[in-house]
């Protein structure tokens, strides 16, 4: 697929936020597996985890420092459709940039679902490495949850690698909290 990618600041994300950010969750990773270098999936029962019910994207800017962070956006170039986005962050006091300026943060990757599987997730990803790049980066981290299986897989066939492992991470949910690494 054909795809104009636009970069901006993460101001408006109106537009941004029409992109979904929800899943069937049906498996999770076995964590002590995980660590050992192996992907087992335990199998759940299933249930829709979304992302922007938990926090909205569009609220963004109102909850946190935007201003060095960069919005991408993927369109579709017959038609110029919205199918995906990120969001990356840099120089911002999350404890994942360690106050290191060298450091970016893949802070969000959506694509429709409709659209899912046909390389857009991987020029998004691209993208936000080349963004990182250009602001003299050397790293790209990535924070998702031992029940994303499908965002654990994607980040591993981009090559990151486990950099740590937080089980019971987040308040009142059962999900370990999985950060990976690739330079840039």
Same mark, same amino acid.
């Given at each position: 697929m054909n795809l104009r990618i636009e970069t901006g600041p993460v101001e408006d994300l109106s537009e941004y936020s029409h992109v979904p950010m929800r899943f069937l969750v049906t498996s999770r990773l076995d964590i002590s597996a995980l660590r050992r270098g192996e992907f087992v999936e335990i199998p759940v029962s299933p249930w829709l985890k979304d992302y922007d019910l938990l926090e909205p994207i569009a609220t963004l800017d109102e909850r946190f420092d935007t201003r060095f962070w960069g919005r991408l956006m993927a369109y579709r170039t017959e038609n110029n459709v919205l199918v995906g986005g990120c969001i990356v962050v840099w120089k911002w006091g999350s404890e994942m940039l360690e106050?290191?300026?060298?450091?970016?943060?893949?802070?969000?990757? /959506?694509?429709? %679902?409709?659209?899912?599987?046909?390389?857009?997730g991987r020029q998004l990803f691209a993208a936000a490495m080349e963004w990182a790049r250009e602001r003299d980066c050397t790293e790209l981290r990535v924070e998702t949850q031992d029940v994303n299986v499908p965002a654990l897989q994607f980040y591993t066939a981009?090559?990151? /690698?486990?950099? %740590?492992?937080?089980?019971?991470a987040y308040v009142g949910m059962d999900e370990a909290k999985i950060i990976f690494t690739i330079p840039v």
């Open positions: 106050d290191r300026e060298d450091l970016a943060i893949l802070w969000d990757i /959506r694509v429709r %679902s409709e659209f899912q599987s046909q390389g857009i981009m090559g990151c /690698r486990l950099l %740590s492992v937080q089980e019971l």
